[in-house]
């Protein structure tokens, strides 16, 4: 498993816990004007319909509450940057929990109500250095609520995709967190200095082994938008399609990350 050889990105926790609940909120506010007809959609994540999505957005929340329902973990064994590499493993146990949601929370909105609500009681009784179990091993709660951005995040860009003229706005700290995260996963899978990952405003990162540019203008540099590189990092877009598109703009013998991508799936 991949291994951060920096020193890991600090993220203020209180701000974490509102991006998560901001952009939970958001998702809440665009399930409410789905029609029966919009939520049969088919989705782009394999059979899913957006019904089982919106189940699965608050699945991904609710896993917060699973963990903690757990004992704690003696002590911590695991960093947040091995949580990206660690989420494909579960992903069959995943899709039949999430059909199983579906069926069981028939309406959506009082589901999501009661994952915040919950959450939200949660949150106030546990402090952020409680350890959960988690599918990358025992991390801090404050961390593991750093991960609910990428999946509240990504899922929300599915989610939009899945149902034409449903624009969901994106909360910018929400959005940040998953563009970094993702963004040092790619600079622990790849670790090295030859080229710089730039996704305005949020990350630049160094990666790729190779000379390593200390001054001036990088002979090797990736340049993309937070979605852009979201979608690249999860698989949703392909490198080619994004050079293809002008989604990306890549410039030196090094800046090819096609091999690279995705950096979770």
């Known amino acids: 498993?991949?291994?951060?050889?920096?020193?890991?990105?600090?993220?203020?926790?209180?701000?974490?816990r509102t991006a998560v609940q901001a952009q939970l909120g958001?998702?809440?506010?665009?399930?409410?004007?789905?029609?029966?007809?919009?939520?049969?959609?088919?989705t782009r994540l394999g059979e899913w319909t957006v019904r089982e999505l919106?189940?699965?957005?608050?699945?991904?929340?609710?896993?917060?509450?699973?963990?903690?329902?757990?004992?704690?973990p003696a002590r911590q064994d695991a960093v947040l940057l091995d949580w990206p590499f660690a989420t494909s493993a579960s992903s069959a146990a995943i899709a039949d929990f999430t059909r199983g949601l579906a069926q069981q929370h028939p309406d959506l909105d009082a589901y999501l109500t009661d994952v915040d609500r919950t959450l939200t009681e949660l949150l106030d009784t546990h402090p952020g250095?409680?350890?959960?179990?988690t599918n990358a091993g025992a991390l801090?709660?404050?961390?593991?609520?750093?991960?609910?951005?990428?999946?509240?995040?990504?899922?929300?860009?599915?989610?939009?995709?899945?149902?034409?003229?449903?624009?969901?706005?994106y909360d910018r700290q929400a959005l940040a967190a998953c563009t970094r995260l993702l963004a040092d996963a790619l600079a622990a899978k790849a670790p090295g200095g030859s080229t710089e990952v730039r996704v305005p405003p949020?990350?630049?990162?160094?990666?790729?082994?190779?000379?390593?540019?200390?001054?001036?203008?990088?002979?090797?540099?990736v340049e993309t938008d937070p979605l852009s590189w979201i979608r690249l990092a999860t698989g949703r877009l392909t490198w080619k399609d994004a050079l293809d598109s002008a989604k990306v703009s890549a410039s030196g013998e090094r800046a090819d990350l096609g091999g690279l991508l995705p950096v979770m799936s």
């Open 202 to 221: 949020y990350a630049v990162v160094q990666c790729v082994e190779g000379p390593k540019h200390t001054r001036g203008t990088p002979p090797n540099v």
């Open 129 to 133: 250095t409680r350890l959960l179990e």
């Open 26 to 42: 958001n998702v809440r506010e665009a399930v409410r004007t789905l029609t029966p007809e919009q939520l049969a959609l088919r």
């Open 54 to 72: 919106v189940a699965h957005i608050g699945m991904a929340v609710t896993a917060v509450h699973r963990a903690l329902d757990r004992p704690a």
């Open 140 to 169: 801090p709660l404050a961390d593991y609520l750093v991960t609910r951005t990428v999946e509240l995040v990504v899922h929300t860009d599915d989610l939009s995709a899945a149902v034409p003229g449903l624009d969901i706005p």
């Open 1 to 16: 498993m991949p291994m951060a050889r920096k020193r890991a990105r600090a993220y203020d926790t209180a701000k974490i």
